[in-house]
């Protein structure tokens, strides 16, 4: 998907636009079993965010995350349904984010580390903009 969008940066009085992609947000919400300590909820959180940099592209190798970042809920809403834990990964497009879910090696290792570990888990992806 791509959007058009007014370049600011036009300097005549014809308007300039600008194609831009859209980016994939990913956002992750668990809990973690009662049983695990916060120890290996808090290794287990440091994996995730790792990820950013141990995600790379089988081309390039270079990362292909654009953004990862992750904490423990302190909404005062009320509204967690038992979840406890956030993180949101920002790809350039589906495709890095296809690559990510169904193939990539960095990935793959940690879903299978926590196994067993995570009580709860909601996933929802979006492009910004695509209702």
Excluded: W
């Excluded at 808090?42 to 990820?51: P, S």
């Amino acid at each position: 998907m791509t959007n058009r969008r007014l370049n600011n940066s036009c300097t005549t009085s014809i308007l300039c636009f600008q194609i831009t992609k859209m980016t994939v947000t990913h956002i992750v919400l668990l809990s973690f079993k009662a049983s695990i300590s916060q120890e290996d909820v808090k290794a287990a959180c440091a994996r995730f965010v790792g990820l950013k940099d141990a995600c790379v592209d089988p081309k390039s190798g270079s990362p292909y995350i654009l953004s990862l970042k992750g904490g423990k809920d302190n909404s005062p809403e009320g509204l967690q349904n038992g979840l406890s834990h956030g993180f949101v990964v920002e790809f350039a497009s589906a495709a890095d984010r296809d690559y990510y879910v169904s193939n990539d090696p960095a990935h793959q290792s940690f879903v299978k580390s926590i196994d067993g570990v995570v009580d709860k888990l909601t996933v929802l992806d979006f492009e910004n903009g695509e209702f």
